[in-house]
């Protein structure tokens, strides 16, 4: 019966690993690459780390290190890697002659450069780099190429054909009957009517670029029309090219734009490629005049959707192509990691798919992460800073903010022509999270967290710990980091402010657990906390409700004037959107015009058929600092999250302990910390301000004092990423199928004296 009973254990865990999508998300230079490839050769041998820790200092950490290896050494697992920049190569290939235009911008210091300029450079590289992709032998290849040394330009081979696609070039067979020849040669031709003899024929000068982008027409339109007969009837050639070429066209786009234009370049233009795509569904030649697609912005998701797919039937397509090894008769299993997601809305839509997908977010140290670009790619800090103000929409919409977009210096940052213009226009109409790149967004909302500020080998280890507790939840029990800030996620819930949410937990040096806090205003003696989510545009027009307002909010002449002010500039941005249906007293009325009974219902319209029933909540700071002229945090009326945590709590137990954080800590709460003699800031997400800079930097050189077991002494105090799962995976791999016991016992193990 245990007999039975074990294989029946293994099928629930069998159906737990039948899927594992790890989507990666970070800054660029975070690391996301490194662990793709870790997970993809399975360089995370545990053997090499059993029996290495010292045996007479053992923490918890090195007990839960020795189980995590032990199972892994048994349950080894290799990935896929579904690479965002092929999924973005396949929109490329499918509009050439946008890619050109998106390569001019690119190059835009070189300003003679035209598209046909661009097309014969592009058209040479491919033509000397990329003969692989087509399966050449290799002296077939050499013999091509020098060849190709001789040959004329594009503009004579491809007899001046459209500008905007290179799909117009001649098929092979076309271009083997022309007349044109190499420099000093004559054709085949030629020689078939008796001319020079010991002329050499005329090479094929198909290029791979264009072969890959007609191949990939053709198996996208068998794909698309029906996936299931596409699965049934796939042939070696469309694998390969899913499997290979594509990501080899991917790969020489990438060098193309080292060489020729600039180790920012890659990047950039992949960015550039991935928000068009979110905005139109595809390559656009002039993003500026083209009407944006809602409803196109999972294009990239739903390309990696379709992959998975494909991946999920992998082996039932190698036995088809006869290419799995004898007696291999595994099916079903998917193990992908994506490389790299940069939207939110792009991790929730694969999300709400998988069960089994978690968004793992690279964490990094900036100086650090600078440091690593420097060295490894030889990027300079201009060219980091270009591609991070793209990565990170908030920051870019600051920035967008104190610049005219006629100046100089805006044009610089976002880019010249179509580009730069498509960048602004999503941040005026404020649709740059859905569209553009947003990996602070990605970060906040990740399952798993790793600070990558390690060796490559601690990065292993983590990685290891994670993927062990995808195949097997409740392995181990969470760290001390994660149990806090675990708590510290669900403390944020409570918070009603509607700008931004933060959980804070303050744990002594041991570990316990002193109090919890959240961003929300103080509760006065017997009055509730009233947050700013529960407070209304309307209520606070018509002073209702006055215990949910100041006295300032309802009495003060200038706060209410700039209020209702506010109030009508917003009716009259609304107002055009208002059908005439059941507002006969608002339609054809000025809002000048109308009374404030006229106001409130063109509101109340507006959040039953445009807000769906949303509550019209208003920030105080906003309208107060948008009266003032000035902005201030101290204006907010909520106390912050690490600020109310630390009240909370007995101050003499807070020396030597963490300070949890949902976000990092603001100049203010910084100091309070300081004073409590916090020695460790752990947070997620970063906050912009010079706090680390100003508040912390000398106090994380000199340390802080800290007394234990009655003895004082000085402890540096660290500011540290947060590392661990959190949110849904840290219910998700921690929660057991069974307990321990029962589980071992299911297996066979009972330490009970049989009895006779």
């Known amino acids: ?107 835009e210091e070189k300003s003679e450069d035209n598209i046909n300029a661009l097309k014969e450079e592009f058209f040479r590289y491919f033509r000397e780099n990329g003969e692989a992709l087509l399966g050449k032998e290799e002296e077939e290849l050499k013999q091509r190429s020098d060849l190709f040394a001789q040959a004329q330009s594009i503009e004579d081979i491809n007899q001046g054909g459209d500008p905007n696609d290179f799909l117009d070039l001649p098929a092979p067979e076309e271009v083997s009957a022309q007349s044109t020849a190499l420099p000093g040669e004559t054709s085949s031709e030629t020689v078939a009517e008796g001319g020079n003899q010991s002329a050499v024929a005329m090479p094929n000068f198909e290029n791979p670029f264009v072969v890959v982008a007609k191949k990939w027409s053709s198996l996208w339109e068998a794909l698309t029309k029906d996936f299931e007969e596409f699965i049934r009837q796939i042939n070696q050639e469309q694998w390969k090219l899913l499997t290979k070429d594509l990501g080899g066209v991917s790969d020489l786009i990438r060098k193309y734009l080292l060489e020729k234009c600039s180790a920012k370049a890659p990047t950039i233009v992949f960015q550039r490629v991935g928000n068009m795509v979110r905005t139109f569904g595809k390559l656009v030649n002039d993003p500026e005049n083209q009407q944006e697609v809602p409803e196109k912005m999972h294009s990239v998701a739903e390309r990696i959707h379709i992959l998975i797919k494909i991946l999920r039937r992998k082996d039932i397509i190698k036995d088809q192509l006869c290419e799995n090894p004898a007696g291999d008769k595994k099916k079903n299993n998917v193990h992908v990691v994506i490389d790299s997601i940069k939207n939110v809305f792009e991790a929730n839509y694969l999300r709400a798919r998988y069960d089994s997908f978690f968004l793992v977010a690279l964490t990094l140290d900036d100086q650090q992460r600078f440091r690593r670009l420097k060295l490894g790619k030889k990027m300079l800090r201009e060219h980091i800073d270009f591609i991070d103000v793209r990565e990170q929409p908030s920051l870019a919409k600051r920035v967008w903010k104190k610049k005219k977009p006629e100046e100089k210096e805006y044009e610089d940052l976002f880019g010249r022509g179509d580009f730069g213009k498509m960048y602004r226009k ?158 006969k007293n608002v339609s054809g009325i000025l809002v000048s015009d109308m009374t404030e009974e006229q106001l409130l219902q063109a509101i109340d319209i507006y959040v039953a058929k445009e807000l769906k029933g949303l509550p019209l909540a208003y920030c105080f700071k906003d309208i107060y600092t948008d009266m003032i002229g000035e902005r201030n945090q101290v204006h907010t009326r909520a106390q912050h999250g690490e600020e109310k945590a630390m009240e909370n709590c007995d101050k003499s137990r807070c020396s030597g302990g963490t300070l949890y954080t949902t976000s990092s800590s603001c100049e203010l709460c910084a100091k309070k910390a300081l004073g409590y003699n916090i020695r460790r800031i752990v947070y997620i997400e970063p906050y912009s301000g010079i706090t680390n800079q100003h508040i912390l930097g000398h106090q994380v050189r000199q340390g802080v004092q800290v007394v234990y077991n009655g003895t004082t002494r000085t402890e540096s105090m660290k500011i540290e990423l947060f590392t661990g799962a959190t949110q849904r995976a840290y219910t998700h791999l921690y929660t057991s199928f069974f307990p321990l016991k029962d589980e071992l016992s299911l297996r066979g193990i009972n330490y009970k004296t049989t009895k006779k």
């Open 426 to 583: 999503s941040y005026e109409a404020d649709s740059y999270m859905f569209n553009l790149q947003d990996v602070d967004g990605c970060i906040q909302n990740a399952d798993i967290l790793i600070n990558n500020s390690g060796t490559k080998e601690q990065l292993k280890l983590t990685i290891m710990r994670y993927i062990s507790l995808m195949l097997h939840p409740g392995l181990v029990p969470p760290t001390q980091d994660e149990v806090c800030m675990q708590i510290a996620q669900a403390a944020k819930l409570n918070s009603g402010c509607i700008s931004r949410q933060v959980g804070a937990v303050v744990s002594d040096m041991y570990g316990n657990i002193l109090s919890v806090g959240w961003n929300d205003p103080a509760a006065t003696q017997g009055n509730e906390c009233i947050s700013c989510i529960r407070r209304s545009v309307k209520k606070l027009f018509q002073k209702e409700d006055t215990m949910a307002y100041s006295f300032y909010e309802l009495f003060d002449k200038d706060f209410q004037c700039h209020f209702r002010e506010r109030v009508r500039d917003m009716v009259s941005r609304i107002v055009e959107e208002i059908k005439s249906d059941g507002s």
């Open 1 to 107: 019966m245990s007999n039975e009973n074990r294989k029946r254990v293994e099928e629930i865990y069998a159906q737990q690993r039948n899927y594992i999508v790890i989507g990666l998300t970070g800054r660029h230079g975070s690391g996301c690459s490194t662990i793709c490839s870790i997970l993809e050769d399975g360089l995370y041998d545990p053997n090499d780390y059993l029996g290495s820790s010292n045996t007479q200092d053992i923490t918890n950490n090195d007990r839960d290190q020795e189980i995590i290896l032990n199972f892994m050494n048994s349950n080894m697992v290799k990935f896929d890697v579904i690479r965002v920049r092929d999924i973005l190569t396949m929109f490329i290939l499918e509009e050439p002659g946008a890619f050109y235009c998106l390569l001019k911008e690119c190059k």
